[in-house]
Structures are given as C-alpha cells and as structure tokens.
C-alpha cells in the first residue's frame, strides 16, 4: 500500500463496533481479496475504531502466525502492509479447529474475548470464503451456535449450481437467517466501472440518449482469461466456465447494463428491483445460440478427469425482452487460457443515418473497461486529415476512470464489505434475482448442452465462437 493520504470516502463510518468472522480465513479467496480488501477500508478510515478479524481455520496457529500471514497477502495482493501495520496486527485474532455444528473449534472463546475487548453492543459480520459445498453446513453451524441474531453473513458466488441446488441452500439459508441479514457477493458489481455505469448514462444524455435499441445493435460483455486452472483444478471440473462466470457475473453484468432507470440511485431498494426486474426478462438461453470450449491439453491437468467435458469456455446470446432491448442481442464471452485478459463491455452502435451512411465502415462503438479503475473509450469515425478526398477513418478517445478528479478507486472487495458492514444490500445478488439467472441458464444443463469444441492456448476460443457476435466481429481480440 502505498503511504500517500487516501480520499476519504462520503460513504458513513459506523459508530457501532463490529467484529468480521472469516471463514476460510487461509484459503485463497482471502489471501486475494478479503484480507487486502479489509486492510484498505482500515487504511481509508471507513472502519469504525472498533473493530476485530476473527479468523476461522481447521489447523491451529497462534495470533502472531495469522498476522505474518495476512502481512504477506498483503505484500503479495495488497501493494503492501500500511503505514500503522504495528496497529492493524492488534485487531487480527485467529480461531482454529474448524467450526461445524457438532463442534465450534476456538471461535466461539474468541468472539467472546473480541465482544469483551471491544465493549457495548458490537454488530457481527460473518464472510464465507469457503468452497460453495459448505455455504449451507456452515450457516446451519452459526445458527446451531447462536451467532445468528442480529448479524450478517456474506455469502461468496456460485450461490447454489442449478436451480434446484439453489432452492435447496436458500431453504437452509433462510432456516438461520432473514433475507435482510444475507449479503451474496458477486464482486463484478463492487467494480468501480461496473457502478461508474450509472453515472455515465444517467448523467450524460450523449451516452444515455443512446442506451436502447433504437441506436444499439448489439451489446457485448466479453471477459477473456489467459489464466489457467492448474491452482483449482479440482474446483473447476466440477463447474466449468458457464457456471462459473457466465450465470454469476457476467448476468450480473448485463442486468447493470439492461436495467431501467431506478426511480432513486441512492435507493438500495430501487436499485435491487430495478435489476431484478431486468433478470426476470432474461429469455432462457437456446443451447443452439451457445459455444462451448475445452482449451487443448485441459485433460492432462492434474485434477482434471481424463474424460472430462468441462468447458473452459463460453460464448452466448442473451436477449433480453424488454422494450428497450428487444430484439437486440447481448453476447457474452469468456474463458481460461485465452490470448489476453481483459473485461470490457462494449455498446456496438447503428449505422448513421444521412449522408455519410454507405461509407461508413465499421460501427461506432461505446467500450467500458470494467477491469481495476476502468475506462470509457468511444470508437468513432472522423474525417480522415490531411489534403486528400474525403475519407473517413476510424479513431478512439479513451478516458480512464482512475485519472476522473475528486476521489481515488476501491477496490470491489473493499466496496463490498463497507456495503455489508453499513447494511447496503443495492451490490449484492438477491434471492429474487438469482432465481431469474438460473431458470434462464437452465437449458444448458440439460440434454441439448452442446459439446465443447477443442482451442488452442493463448487463442481466441473456438472459430465457432465467432457467429456468436455475427453480424459483428467480438471487439476485444477478433
């Protein structure tokens, strides 16, 4: 991290004391995310001065073993320790033993040490940074232990593989805990850019004035890899690239983009139901407008059954039946091994109408990177300079998000877990909304779920994939 002074945030600081219980707390999730997510809110002043990390974990460790730990995540993921690291390390405790009905390990002794310590009435905010399989044990533990009443529980993605999956863990879910209480995170929506959306067509009639079918022809949402699998390799052949992205963020993704406009941004509860809203009008994919991929040499990898067919990548058309969207197509694209990484929404425009319309080439575009402080980008067609007869050529203006004035960015985690920690649900997925994205995503888990087609590494998917975005051609790489 770096020592300059940081922006403060005009998000309120709770007065309130508040214990974080991290499930998981040594798995990889936190070491990326939630450990550096929750050090910077500390760095930003957007904790309360109370406050405590109860790390859960199966082994045992001492504090001071937990504290080496998170200070080389965060040397590792976080740009560094703070410059009041000294201060941090007293707030960090560590619970091994493992937590489970039957036996609650060290945590409950050390939540009742972080109570005393902090003193009054604390607000409680347990984060599952677990595997996905023990969302629903895991709650029923809390609940079995009364850690339930009057906390919050983040729920990490996927929430629940299927449909019926994820019935079944919101009936256990909601036999421990009340919707208001439950936070599932899909950290695509804490992006900057993702929320910096908002601004952009609602504040800018240049961009807002375009946002429907009238002057858009085709959204893409298109979020390559050139990652592999090989960490969590176990993990991943058991969801693939469809579950793994495509029902959770990049849904997610479409519905910012699809939404109507919220009757108050500043609303939680308006926001969540205009996203919701714009979910249920998502027509269930037609397998026959999907590509599935299995990047070559996928099969070797350890972990990986030999006769595995996972995909590893995903490209599909999303209509959307609304009367702003109908009859535009959102195609959406992702996978592992790809020729580069990158996370870019792009709004591909109509031909011009007028003088000029036969002579333009290709489609003036509106690009939102959505990847660290994002960028907007326009691709327009200009005159082409200099003495020659008029020509037209093409161009782009791009502006970053981070060089904006008047604040500096967040990262999503950190977004997130100020929204939970304050009871701001307008970020995360809903019941409601998760319901929608399974039913729309349910025919490719049934019998018409096409074949993955073999694609070279470092390459741009299956050629197949390419009439994903015909008329067009995909933005990002070909």
Not at 25 to 31: I, K, M, N, P, V
Not at 34 to 52: N, T
Not at 193 to 199: E, L
Request: aromatic content about 8%; glycine content about 10%.
């Amino acid at each position: 991290m770096s020592d300059a002074p940081v922006q403060p945030s005009a998000a309120p600081v709770p007065d309130r004391p508040v214990v974080f219980v991290l499930f998981g707390a040594t798995g990889d999730l936190s070491r990326r995310m939630v450990l550096p997510g929750l050090v910077e809110l500390h760095a930003r002043d957007m904790l309360p001065r109370g406050w405590r990390l109860v790390a859960s974990g199966r082994r045992s460790q001492s504090d001071e073993e937990f504290r080496e730990y998170v200070g080389s995540a965060l040397e590792e993921f976080g740009g560094g320790a703070p410059p009041d690291w000294d201060e941090v390390r007293g707030h960090l405790t560590f619970a091994g033993g493992g937590f489970t009905t039957e036996d609650p390990g060290e945590l409950l002794d050390a939540l009742a040490r972080a109570r005393d310590e902090l003193g009054g009435e604390v607000q409680v905010v347990h984060v599952l940074a677990v595997p996905p399989t023990v969302f629903g044990p895991m709650a029923e533990a809390i609940g079995e232990h009364g850690l339930a009443e009057g906390s919050r529980v983040v729920f990490e993605k996927p929430y629940g593989t299927s449909l019926e999956s994820f019935e079944e863990l919101e009936r256990t879910v909601k036999g421990v805990f009340v919707e208001e209480q439950v936070f599932r995170i899909d950290h695509f929506l804490g992006k900057e850019a993702v929320q910096s959306m908002y601004a952009l067509r609602f504040a800018n009639e240049l961009v807002g004035g375009a946002w429907n079918r009238e002057h858009v022809a085709q959204v893409q949402i298109d979020v390559p890899e050139d990652l592999d699998i090989a960490d969590r390799a176990e993990f991943y052949d058991s969801t693939g690239a469809a579950l793994d992205m495509l029902v959770t963020h990049l849904f997610q993704v479409a519905a910012q983009v699809a939404m109507e406009p919220p009757s108050d941004l500043r609303d939680p509860a308006a926001l969540l139901a205009a996203r919701e809203a714009v979910i249920s009008s998502f027509r269930p994919l037609d397998p026959d407008e999907v590509v599935l991929g299995q990047v070559e040499g996928y099969r070797e990898t350890e972990g990986v059954d030999p006769g595995s067919r996972t995909d590893t990548f995903v490209a599909a058309r999303l209509w959307v039946d609304t009367e702003r969207w109908r009859d535009v197509p959102f195609v959406l694209r992702t996978g592992k091994r790809m020729a580069r990484s990158a996370q870019q929404v792009t709004l591909v425009l109509r031909p011009p109408r007028g003088p000029l319309m036969d002579e333009v080439e290709a489609p003036d575009t509106i690009q939102v990177s959505i990847a660290g402080a994002g960028a907007v980008s326009f691709g327009l067609s200009l005159k082409t300079p200099g003495p020659v007869d008029f020509g037209l050529s093409q161009a782009e203006a791009r502006l970053e998000l981070g060089d904006v004035p008047g604040g500096e960015p967040m990262s999503p985690y950190a977004s997130l877990l100020l929204d939970a920690l304050t009871g701001d649900r307008s970020m995360f997925t809903t019941e409601q909304g998760l319901r929608a994205a399974f039913r729309a995503f349910a025919p490719l888990q049934g019998e018409r779920r096409p074949d993955p087609l073999p694609y070279e590494p470092d390459a741009w998917g299956p050629a197949e994939a390419r009439s994903v975005a015909a008329p067009h051609r995909w933005f990002l790489g070909q």
